[in-house]
């Protein structure tokens, strides 16, 4: 499968934003999917999780209450819905493809990586 993200972009403090990752491929709904973020200067970090059928999702602290992660199986697709975004929300954000078992937020656990979107927020 691979990956392409979409929907970044310039917003305000407080505003919201939502980020797409299409996928190709006939097996995406076999894949765990994420969403990371890589600041200027700072390591890539987890940001949410969603299991196979969209049941299960898991966020990071910093983004609970605030994000939401979704998937469409048929559409090849998952998701986040980002509202009162924050300065220090502003990254490079990559949705990310796991074939494990196990629903895991560590990076090393996914092996497909889309080419990430900007998204800035300013004050």
């Known amino acids: 499968v691979q990956l392409q993200a979409s929907g970044g972009g310039l917003v305000q403090a407080g505003g919201s934003l939502r980020l797409s990752c299409a996928a190709s491929?006939?097996?995406?709904?076999?894949?765990?999917m994420a969403w990371f973020r890589q600041a200027p200067g700072k390591e890539r970090e987890f940001v949410a999780y969603i299991n196979r059928a969209g049941g299960i999702a898991y966020y990071a602290d910093f983004v609970k209450g605030r994000f939401t992660i979704s998937r469409d199986n048929a559409k090849n697709s998952v998701y986040v819905q980002m509202n009162n975004l924050k300065p220090e929300d502003t990254a490079v954000y990559y949705c990310?493809?796991?074939?494990?078992?196990?629903?895991?937020?560590?990076?090393?656990?996914?092996?497909?990586w889309g080419q990430g979107t900007q998204v800035t927020v300013s004050s």
């Open positions: 990310a493809a796991s074939a494990e078992t196990t629903l895991t937020p560590n990076p090393l656990s996914y092996r497909i």
């Open positions: 491929g006939r097996t995406f709904s076999s894949y765990v």
